[in-house]
Structures are given as C-alpha cells and as structure tokens.
C-alpha cells in the first residue's frame, strides 16, 4: 500500500486512519524498495532486517540441526523482534530466555515454553518463569535448593538444569568471558556432588561469543574432561550461544561432525545450541540521515540523526567499528578529501566512531547505511537524551517495505511515567 499524507509534516496514514509519529518527516508506511543497495526512498532513521537474509540464515541452521541431530534455539539477548516469529517458526520450534520478560515473549508471542537461564532468581518471578519455561537451568546450588521443589510444583514437567563452568573459554573481550576469574556464572566441578541431585536432568554450558567451531572444538575438550563423569547421568545438554555458524568463515561441517560424534559418545544426550547473533547476522543495516557537517582542528566530522550510544551500542561496549557501505574505514587522523569521523546526535562527548573514507563529498539528508545492525543492537538500544528512536522495517522478498514498529513521544515519557 503507497499512501500519502499532506494534512500535516508528520503525519502517516496506516489502515485508513490518520496517525502522528514525533517531529520527523516520515516515509510512507509501506513503500517498494527499488534498490536494496541504497535504499534511496528511506528519508528516516530506520533498522530494516531483509526477509531474504534471514531465511538464508535459517535455513542453513536449521540444515545444521537436522544433519546434526541436534536442535538449535533462538536466543533473545541477541534478537527479539516478535512480529518476525511467524517466520522462526518455519524452521525453529523454541526460545531461549535470560529474564521473565524474555521469557513471557517466548511463551506468548513465539507460542511455546521457553529454555530458560537467569542468575538471580527470585520469590516474586519464580512462579511465572516456570509456568512458561520447558527447561530452567540453576546458575548455583543454592539457587537450585531454594527454588527446585517450588519451581516443579508450578510446573511438573519442567525439565531442571545445572549452569557449570569449565574454567575455560577463549573470548577475549573481557566483558563478554562468561568464564574469567571471579565469573559470576555457573557452577565449577569441585563444587559438584558425584551423584547429581534426582531431579536434574540436565547440564547448561556457555562459552562463546561470535566463536567458531574450531574454538568450540577445543572447548568440548575442556568440557567433558571437567564435567565427563557427570555427562552419562543427565539426558540434556545445552552448550549455550555464541556459535556463530551462519558468518561465511564458520565451518559448518566440522560443527556437525563435533555433534555426531558427541551424540555417539553419549547416546543419552539430547544436545541443544541456542545461539542468537547466528540468526540476525548480516540480514539487515541501520539507514541513517547526514544532518550537518563540522570541522575542528582538521577533523572533519559527519553528524547523522543516529546515535552510537543509543542505538549502536555495542559499537561503543565491544568494541568494533560497524562497516559503512560505500566508505573505507581509515586510521584516526588520516586526511583527504571526503574523509569523514561520524558522529552521533547525542550530547554525550564521546558518541563518534572512527574515520570513513568516502568517494564523493557528503551532503545533508544523504543516507549513511551502517552494515549488519538487526542482531544485539536492535535489543539494547535506549532513550537517552530523548532522541527519536530509528524505526524497525522489514523488507519483504518482493521489495515491499512494511514497517514494523514507530516510535513516538509517548515511547520516551511513558518509560518515565
């Protein structure tokens, strides 16, 4: 559907209805996009997650799954735009949750029981989680004797869990090693009783981030011969996200035969994979707006109506420069002619990442398109300062733009009211 509106600057018309969405020219709620490379009729902040990417990534997971015989979930922490779960659930049939929000999304939005790990259960959320929960692993043993009995007498087919840690883990950003020293997640081997408690029936394990299988090769190591004695005793053993298997590099064989050759060492296990960057990644950018252009001491910034702090957070946290279609990233302080740092439209200081090299001389209202933006940024982003939120758009396989989800005004006071 192609409408307009010229009643007002901002105003949009969705199912015959006028409707008004802040202080930003909009585009039409639903458009044809003619070329995917520029997304030349996009004039807003706007994530768009390309139906055709996803699907290449679920289908080669979901690929990965049956070949391996293992099953594989999705993640939250990294993806949760619900109104695309009609998709998952052509190729996935669970969720994983970290929190009970997490969880009542699963439960109610992808319609069905969640896998769930938090580290801090408590009274007040006990209940609910395990009503929509399939699976529930403990992070500790006092977690566990506090809420085992409880969490079975709200659901009696809820399968219990233990989170372990093997001690090891090759990531290498510290904020992001579940396993370095002094981690507050899992449960070491030492701690571990030689029989495990009745009622649990299976093991949770996370190590990875964005990892490949020749990393998660060297980890099984480490984790069967940590926790290989307890393996014949349990019926379930997830081995966490971070298995990034859908980026081109990823070596998928050599994860399915890691698999195979687990399920054959330990025909008792059912093994599950619950990734999440694996199911976002590369499936869509962040189109933003050149607002102005400002120069101090022969730097030359780029300001767009976007901001890293607020909606590429992980930008600033990992860190890593997102790539920037059509530019080249250059080393800080280089100079030319269409050398641009971007910068974000937030008050915070520091809300600028690296230097582009650009083949033309930007202009204002010129789309810069940030590469690879649906996965973790789309779930952490925030209101900070105010700023207009980037719209969620889903680009069909026929072209059709169908925009998801608008934020207004009211998504900044409510959050405060």
């Given at each position: 559907m192609n409408v307009s509106c010229n009643r007002w600057p901002q105003c949009r018309i969705r199912n015959g209805k006028h409707s008004f969405s802040?202080?930003?020219?909009?585009?039409?709620?639903?458009?044809?996009?003619?070329d995917p490379s520029t997304f030349a009729e996009i004039r807003e902040p706007?994530?768009?997650?390309?139906?055709?990417?996803?699907?290449?990534?679920?289908e080669l997971i979901s690929n990965v799954a049956r070949e391996a015989g293992i099953e594989v979930i999705l993640a939250?922490?990294?993806?949760?735009?619900?109104?695309t779960f009609p998709i998952f659930r052509e190729y996935i049939s669970a969720t994983t949750a970290s929190s009970l929000y997490e969880a009542r999304l699963g439960f109610e939005e992808f319609g069905a029981p969640v896998h769930t790990f938090t580290p801090a259960l408590t009274d007040n959320e006990i209940d609910d989680i395990a009503r929509m929960s399939s699976h529930l692993s403990f992070n500790s043993l006092t977690q566990y004797e506090r809420f085992h009995r409880r969490a079975q007498s709200?659901?009696?087919?809820?399968?219990?869990?233990?989170?372990?840690?093997?001690?090891y883990s090759e990531v290498g950003t510290a904020l992001y090693n579940p396993c370095a020293p002094g981690t507050r997640f899992g449960i070491t081997a030492d701690k571990l009783p030689d029989e495990l408690p009745a009622d649990i029936t299976g093991l949770h394990c996370h190590c990875h981030c964005e990892s490949g299988a020749d990393v998660f090769e060297r980890t099984l190591k480490h984790i069967e011969a940590k926790f290989g004695r307890w393996l014949p005793q349990v019926e379930w053993m997830n081995f966490g996200g971070g298995h990034l298997m859908t980026r081109k590099d990823y070596d998928t064989r050599r994860l399915i035969t890691l698999m195979r050759d687990f399920r054959n060492r330990y025909p008792n296990i059912h093994v599950i994979l619950e990734p999440g960057s694996a199911f976002g990644w590369q499936t869509g950018p962040l189109v933003a707006q050149v607002a102005d252009v400002v120069e101090d001491h022969g730097v030359r910034t780029a300001i767009v109506n976007v901001s890293f702090t607020c909606h590429m957070p992980d930008c600033l946290e990992m860190p890593y420069h997102p790539a920037v279609r059509g530019a080249e990233e250059v080393g800080d302080g280089t100079k030319g002619a269409h050398v641009y740092r971007i910068g974000g439209c937030s008050c915070l200081s520091g809300d600028f990442m690296g230097s582009w090299a650009f083949d033309h001389e930007l202009t204002v209202g010129e789309n810069i398109i940030f590469e690879d933006m649906l996965h973790y940024t789309t779930v952490k982003t925030t209101m900070f300062n105010g700023i207009h939120h980037p719209a969620i758009a889903l680009l069909h396989s026929d072209g059709e733009l169908e925009v998801l989800r608008r934020f207004t005004y009211d998504d900044y006071k409510n959050r405060m009211d």
């Open positions: 802040g202080f930003f020219l909009l585009t039409e709620y639903n458009v044809r996009i003619n706007m994530y768009i997650l390309e139906e055709s990417r996803l699907r290449r990534n679920l939250f922490k990294a993806y949760a735009l619900w109104k709200v659901n009696s087919s809820l399968k219990l869990g233990l989170r372990v840690n093997p001690e």
